[in-house]
């Protein structure tokens, strides 16, 4: 009988306590972090909005770059060109190179004749405000390339569309430019493992391609702006060369858009040198992460959507490793993460 009353009296004090907590309900206790699993946190690596695909991108909305070190007061000027390369109808082939450095002749072009041979060079010069194509009064006095990019389309008409376009992203220096190293540099193009190949017609859409630090010396440093073809022989940045074969009856026009930031250091007192700021700062994993993302592309150029369905796919990739860490925080009892 003992027994049948204590377990009546322990039911009863259960169902006390269940009542107590309904009335009265009390947050339920978390175990401390030390004494559980380690807390997962993804950090917040995405600087100034930008996510990491596009962290290289020299289109990117204008905004200073922003850096793993530290180079102290610089200005952030920015630059960018557009112009059309014209390949002949019957034509041989034409090359074009980019290579952003520390100046302005950052893209240049070269057409091969069947008859003529090689003919003369051609080249883009980025439109920059504070940084003028010859050294003035107003030139920086050192400068450091942060970031380059280069858009193509064939903009020819639908019909006439033809030809193949040769890509390859270099990590090399290239030797002095002549007859002879354009060939060696078509060459290279055209037999290379890591070319990739686009129709004209493919191209009809705009492609981007960005480039991606090769040297860390070189990048990391400020150096004496580059008024000629200096830096292709020692880079800091990835050398892209275009291999266009147009020896169709049609002729071909491909427009092209480079753009290229800097950090700047002006010697003269001016409206420049009084903008130099601390430059924003971001962590290393950001930038491992977009160089990675920008490597596993090798030379694919990726097609610039410009709808707002592909700015929202961009921000869900970059926001994936986020949204995984709050679902096993959620399930620990740990607050969400702060959104990148």
Not at 11 to 29: D, E, H, K, M, S
Not at 54 to 81: C, E, K, N
Not at 281 to 287: E, N
Request: hydrophobic fraction near 35%.
């Amino acid at each position: 009988m003992s027994a049948k009353r204590n377990g009546r009296r322990a039911n009863a004090r259960r169902g006390n306590r269940q009542r107590q907590r309904a009335r009265n309900p009390q947050p339920r206790r978390r175990r401390p972090a030390q004494q559980g699993r380690a807390i997962v946190r993804t950090p917040n690596v995405r600087p100034l909005g930008l996510p990491a695909n596009h962290h290289f991108d020299a289109f990117a909305p204008l905004r200073p770059q922003a850096l793993a070190f530290s180079i102290g007061p610089a200005t952030s000027i920015s630059g960018a060109r557009r112009f059309a390369i014209s390949l002949p109808a019957n034509g041989e082939k034409t090359l074009a190179m980019f290579q952003p450095g520390g100046g302005l002749n950052q893209f240049y072009h070269w057409t091969k004749s069947p008859t003529t041979g090689w003919g003369a060079t051609h080249s883009g010069n980025i439109d920059s405000t504070g940084f003028e194509a010859n050294p003035g009064a107003s030139s920086p006095e050192t400068v450091m390339c942060t970031r380059g990019s280069t858009r193509m389309r064939n903009i020819s008409p639908a019909g006439d569309m033809a030809g193949a376009v040769h890509c390859l992203k270099l990590s090399t220096g290239l030797p002095a430019i002549n007859t002879a190293a354009l060939e060696n540099m078509c060459n290279l193009v055209l037999g290379h493992q890591r070319t990739v190949t686009n129709s004209g017609s493919q191209l009809s859409a705009t492609h981007q391609w960005d480039c991606v630090p090769v040297s860390q010396d070189k990048y990391h440093g400020f150096n004496a702006p580059a008024y000629g073809n200096d830096e292709s022989q020692d880079p800091g940045l990835t050398t892209i060369l275009w291999v266009f074969e147009h020896n169709s009856a049609k002729a071909q026009t491909y427009e092209v858009s480079i753009a290229a930031c800097y950090y700047a250091r002006y010697a003269s007192i001016g409206p420049l040198a009084n903008s130099a700021v601390l430059p924003p700062t971001c962590g290393m994993a950001h930038v491992n992460r977009a160089r990675d993302i920008m490597e596993r592309l090798g030379s694919i150029g990726r097609p610039v959507v410009a709808t707002a369905a592909g700015a929202i796919a961009d921000r869900a990739i970059e926001a994936l490793p986020g949204m995984l860490g709050n679902m096993m925080n959620a399930t620990r009892g740990f607050p969400a993460l702060p959104p990148p």
